[in-house]
């Protein structure tokens, strides 16, 4: 176990709805990444947490967005669902290292999301 | 666009065999590189890395090779077990487009290894 968790495990949504997904990081990590895996696929990057702010975002539209909180836990809301939007949602927390550059990221078990 | 890939979607292997997992990737400005190994039903879970001034790195039963002239890496696995079988990624982890010091984990397809008892 990694100590990544997130919730909910499953769910339904319907086209056009709203979502939140939330993940609670590794003790002592200050960074979360998202990450949306398709069936069949390899997770991609929606973005990136430091601090409370955005550092880095992948090639995914303004509809996704996050947050992280003062204990460094994450939420990735998703506006105007799309049938498309079903996936895995991975979140991974990291230590971030003194140069800012890339650490070991650990992984939650994800959130599976069906959109209807 | 720049990615990273695997060249064999599937792999079996009788159980005590070694296993080669194999990966491309083509941006050549990557300096570091992990190998997730997930089950079904869980996320990603770190194997092994490397960074690119190494080209070989040992773990228990793992061992990474890194080709920076060909864009090449490759996971192997000793005497495989039943509780190997999962699908394998390589991952490269460069800075993100935007976000100082920002990295992001660019994934492949992955290989879904299948071990025969």
């Known amino acids: 176990e990694t100590g990544v968790t997130q919730s909910p495990t499953h769910l339904i949504k319907t086209r056009g709805q709203q979502v939140t997904l939330r993940c609670s990081s590794q003790s002592g990590h200050n960074t979360v990444s998202w990450y949306q895996q398709a069936l069949g696929q390899g997770p991609q990057f929606i973005f990136q947490?430091?601090?409370?702010?955005?550092?880095g975002r992948g090639n995914f539209p303004p509809r996704f967005s996050g947050l992280q909180f003062p204990n460094y836990s994450s939420e990735l809301n998703v506006n105007a669902l799309e049938l498309d939007d079903s996936a895995l949602y991975l979140c991974?927390?990291?230590?971030?290292?003194?140069?800012?550059?890339?650490?070991?990221?650990?992984f939650g078990p994800g959130t599976r999301l069906t959109v209807l | 666009g720049e990615n990273v890939g695997l060249h064999l979607p599937t792999l079996s292997v009788q159980e005590g065999d070694n296993s080669i997992i194999n990966c491309a990737y083509s941006?050549?400005?990557?300096?570091?590189f992990i190998w997730y190994k997930q089950e079904s039903g869980k996320g990603p879970q770190f194997i092994i890395d490397?960074?690119?001034?190494?080209d070989k790195r040992q773990g228990q039963r793992v061992t990474v090779l890194l080709n920076k002239t060909v864009k090449h890496l490759s996971l192997q696995i000793a005497a495989t077990q039943p509780g190997d079988s999962a699908v394998y990624f390589c991952a490269e982890n460069r800075a993100s487009n935007s976000g100082a010091g920002s990295y992001q984990l660019t994934f492949g397809k992955g290989t879904k290894l299948s071990v025969i008892p």
């Open positions: 941006n050549s400005a990557s300096d570091y």
């Open positions: 991974a927390s990291s230590g971030r290292g003194l140069a800012g550059g890339g650490n070991e990221q650990f």
């Open positions: 490397i960074r690119s001034n190494m």
């Open positions: 947490y430091y601090r409370e702010e955005e550092n």
